[in-house]
C-alpha cells in the first residue's frame, strides 16, 4: 500500500460514510485533524483506500486488488472491513479475532 498525501484525498473521501456514529467518525477525525494516514493500492485510480489512525484502519474498495502482503503495514491493528475482505484478512494475518461491536 501507498501513503496518499492528505491534499490528494478530496476525490477518494467518498469511499466512507459520513456523519455517523462508528467508523464514519474515524474517517473525519484523520480528515479533519490530519492525526492518521490514508494508504491506497495506487496513486493514480486506486481501487482500495484505507484510513489508519492509532492501531485502526478502515479498508474499503475491492480487495482483489491487494495481496496479503500488502496489508503487512497493518499487522497489530484492528481492521474494519467489508466482508467481501475476510478472505484477504485471514491470509494476511496468522491470528485474526472478530470483533462485534454496537454503536
Known amino acids: 500500500m501507498i501513503n496518499l498525501p492528505p491534499h490528494r ?3 477518494l473521501v467518498r469511499w466512507f ?3 455517523a456514529p462508528g467508523s464514519a467518525a474515524l474517517t473525519e477525525h484523520v480528515l479533519t485533524t490530519e492525526a ?3 494508504w491506497v493500492d495506487h496513486v493514480i485510480q486506486p481501487r482500495v483506500i484505507a484510513a ?3 492501531d485502526h484502519v478502515l479498508l474499503r474498495g475491492d480487495p482483489r486488488a491487494l495481496t496479503p502482503r500488502d496489508l503487512a503495514v497493518f499487522a497489530d491493528h ?3 472491513a467489508p466482508g467481501r475482505f475476510l478472505p484477504l ?3 494476511a ?3 485474526v479475532v472478530p470483533w462485534q461491536r454496537v454503536v
Open 36 to 38: 492518521g494516514r490514508w
Open 93 to 95: 494475518f496468522q491470528r
Open 52 to 54: 489508519e489512525c492509532g
Open 9 to 11: 484525498l478530496p476525490a
Open 89 to 91: 484478512i485471514g491470509a
Open 17 to 19: 460514510p459520513t456523519g
Open 78 to 80: 484492528y481492521v474494519e
